[in-house]
């Protein structure tokens, strides 16, 4: 159990359907991260939260990807009109801010299958 | 901007042998420099991470990684390799900016013979 919960673990969905994944990340976590890791590769860099507030998103983030954090808690991000090269892991990732450095938290991912 | 190579896309390794997988950075400022492990399907489980100090910094499951600074690399090591230690490795640094996001290595399998 790492701290970081993540729902579904699994997805398939047919092209063109919409999809949304969930993370809880650890309660006293402000921020929040979420990441893309395509199969042989490195975790890229989506989106990040302080908070509520989405205060940087990456190139990747094309328009049919939107995330949201009500309240500072929980996150979900939602891809419309999936597309095959949407097939990815989805990795979530939480930390607190402070004035040290601490570790960033991962949940288990969440694998969607566009078929 | 930051970022971080892993040379190596495998190394493979008998058990009980020494391991060293492979990382060098390039930032701008102080490096902030992370090894995670990623087991099948699953998310990514924090080893260690270099902040400031000793330049040898020891994390969890017997792993070490020896910070150094004219090389600009960051090598996770560890004495004695377990067969359970076969996984994928990332080495990782946090960006520059104020997200504090961590930038990921494409990524090195260790394979370990029994």
């Known amino acids: 159990d790492t701290g970081v919960s993540q729902d579904p673990r699994h997805k398939i969905t047919k092209r063109g359907q919409n999809v949304t994944f969930r993370c809880d990340p650890i309660?006293?976590?402000?921020?929040l991260y979420w990441y893309r890791q395509t199969l042989g590769q490195g975790p890229e860099f989506l989106t990040y939260?302080?908070?509520?507030?989405?205060?940087?998103k990456s190139r990747l983030l094309s328009d049919r990807f939107s995330a949201e954090r009500p309240k500072g808690s929980f996150s979900t991000l939602e891809i419309q009109r999936t597309e095959q090269g949407d097939s990815a892991m989805y990795l979530c990732?939480?930390?607190?801010?402070?004035?040290?450095?601490?570790?960033?938290?991962f949940g288990s991912g969440t694998r969607l299958t566009v078929v | 901007a930051q970022s971080v190579a892993q040379p190596e896309d495998q190394v493979n390794v008998a058990e009980g042998n020494p391991l060293t997988v492979k990382c060098t950075y390039s930032?701008?400022?102080?490096?902030?420099l992370f090894w995670y492990v990623q087991y099948p399907n699953r998310g990514l489980q924090f080893l260690l991470k270099y902040i400031t100090g000793d330049n040898l910094v020891k994390g969890s499951y017997g792993f070490e990684a020896e910070f150094n600074k004219s090389q600009t690399s960051f090598h996770l090591k560890k004495p004695s390799a377990l067969v359970s230690d076969s996984a994928l490795y990332f080495c990782?640094?946090?960006?520059?900016?104020?997200?504090?996001?961590?930038?990921f290595g494409s990524g090195t399998r260790l394979l370990v013979r029994p």
């Open positions: 930032v701008s400022g102080n490096p902030y």
């Open positions: 939260f302080q908070n509520e507030a989405q205060l940087e």
């Open positions: 990732a939480s930390r607190i801010k402070s004035g040290e450095i601490y570790g960033y938290t």
């Open positions: 990782a640094v946090r960006d520059g900016d104020s997200s504090y996001k961590l930038i």
């Open positions: 309660s006293e976590h402000n921020r």
